[in-house]
């Protein structure tokens, strides 16, 4: 892969060029055009292809090696991990989430409201669902419980 095709790291302002770069890869990994077990160019390389500084593209690998997107083998170079592990951490959040709504009795619906709010209000302090919403799903869960 022509590491140049990636989009302008400098889009984001604001956002450090670590980050985006490792925004990118992440991008490219878990849209399949980095697939698995794919060398990714040394930093040096990418640093040049990019215009980057090399300590920017050597803290984004630092950055995707710990969170398992990446692994370096030694001499031999960096590779994209077999696995990516926000599948793995994803599906253990999930199924912690299935079972804690059906513990309440909720059904699917309900329960995504849940989510929709977690989603809706990320980084205002975690508020929950209107009251109606919350109350409507916890009156039909424990009507479904009689």
Known sequence: MDFTQLPKIDALPGAPRFEQVRMRLIEAVRSGVLPAGTRLPTVRELAGQLGLAVNTVARAYRELESAGIVETRGRFGTFVASSDPADAAMTAAADAFVAAARAVGLGKTEA???????????????????????????????????
């Open 112 to 146: 995504l409201r849940y989510l929709d709010a977690a989603f809706d209000n990320t980084g205002t302090g975690g508020r929950q669902p209107n009251s109606s919403s919350v109350s409507d799903g916890r009156a039909s869960a424990r009507n479904r419980s009689r």
